[in-house]
Each structure stands twice: as C-alpha cells, then as structure tokens.
C-alpha cells in the first residue's frame, strides 16, 4: 500500500521563487526522507528527517515534519531551473523497504 | 567511491523472453533493495537482500520474477518469459551495514521495453 502522498501533484514556478511540497503518511515513522528524481534518472537522497526532530535544513532546502498529523513538507528557497524535477517523500528504510508517494513534478522556469 | 551501478540501462525484449537486470552496490553495502517503477507513478518496492539471503520479498510478483544476491558478484533481477506489462524502470538500491543506513543509494536504472 501507498504510504507517502505527495501534493501537490505538479508544480510550475519562476526562478527565484520558493517551492513547497507536501507529503502525507498513513503509520507511524522512524524517520521519513526526501528523493529527487530527474527526468529518466535515478534518485537522489535530499535529506532524511527523524521522527524526533520537527525541522531539518539543507543549503536551499527545509523540511518540516509533523508526527502529530502525520505530514511532512519540503521548501526549496530560490529555486533555479537546475531544481525541476520529481521530488518524492519516502518512509522506512534500513532494514526496511521505502515506500514512495507518486511525487510532485516541479517545473521552474528560466 | 563509485555509486551503484547498474546494467543494461536500456533493455529490449520480446514478449515471452528473459529480462537479466544486475545490480552492484556501492563498495561496502550488503544491503540491496530493488524497485520499480511505472511511467507517472512513484518506486514500488518488490525485494531485499543481503548476500546469499533474500529478506524481504514481499513486493515480487509471485510467478516469473526472482532475485539473487551470490557472495560473489552483482545482485540479478530476473524476469522471466516477460510480458508487457513488465515493462518499467527497475532501479537498485544499496545501503551499508553500519549505523547510518537509513538512506538507500540508487543506481540509474535499468528501462526494460517488452515489444
């Protein structure tokens, strides 16, 4: 079964702009993590997020999480067109397998 | 330190023939974990593995498909007597048997088209 669901499900921006995209699990977490994805590439780890913690940054990125409602967001500051691509929030991992949500497509314009 | 690597990337094959995926991890990860992925959607997880031992298999289709991982060698993804419905991107993931291993590292991928 699906476990993250990310929305929204397409984003289109101007560089410079900020993003934000959200995810929302079913279960309870160890920790929950982001992927990048390019166009017909693999992932990318961006940033994991344990369920201890309720802010994480990195560089132009800041994820949220909020255990109480079971969501999770990523803002990418100052977006440039470098950042388009599928971003995917995961949870599990370890000896567990991630589960993915379907992701959003970000699109910044030049 | 090379990531994982995968090959083919690109594979074509009939319908009714055999699909070979391989899989080397990232030099000191005994933890592979394969996914797939249609066109639009997000990776499903279909098997786990550590050397010789399959973990967690949980997300294999149930006839057709297995998946090994040799003491010796890359891990293999095998398909077999494809159908069209095979066709996705398969994509490994490894992690290492330390603290830290959270975080999977994908390889590219390997594109499977079943004509």
């Known amino acids: 079964s699906q476990q993250g669901e990310e929305d929204p499900q397409a984003l289109s921006i101007q560089e410079g702009e900020n993003a934000t995209m959200n995810c929302s699990y079913k279960t309870s977490i160890n920790n929950l993590q982001w992927y990048r994805q390019n166009s017909g590439r693999g992932l990318v780890h961006l940033i994991l997020?344990?369920?201890?913690?309720r802010e994480k940054h990195s560089g132009r990125l800041r994820v949220t999480l909020d255990t109480s409602k079971k969501s999770s967001s990523l803002l990418i500051t100052a977006s440039r067109a470098a950042d388009t691509a599928s971003y995917f929030c995961?949870?599990?991992?370890?000896?567990?397998?991630?589960?993915f949500g379907k992701g959003t497509k970000l699109t910044v314009n030049p | 330190n090379a990531g994982v690597m995968q090959n083919p990337r690109h594979l074509v094959r009939r319908r009714g023939q055999e699909a070979r995926l391989r899989c080397s991890p990232m030099k000191g990860h005994s933890h592979v974990y394969w996914y797939r992925q249609l066109p639009e959607e997000g990776l499903k997880f279909m098997v786990y593995?550590?050397?010789?031992?399959?973990?967690?298999e949980s997300g294999m289709p149930k006839e057709r498909f297995s998946a090994e991982f040799p003491k010796e060698g890359p891990s293999i993804l095998r398909i077999q007597q494809v159908v069209r419905g095979d066709s996705a991107a398969y994509f490994c993931?490894?992690?290492?048997?330390?603290?830290?291993?959270?975080?999977?590292?994908f390889g590219p991928g390997t594109r499977l088209l079943v004509l």
């Open positions: 997020i344990r369920s201890n913690e």
């Open positions: 993931a490894s992690s290492p048997n330390s603290r830290g291993r959270e975080t999977q590292y």
């Open positions: 593995l550590q050397k010789e031992n399959i973990i967690d």
């Open positions: 995961a949870t599990g991992g370890g000896s567990e397998k991630l589960v």
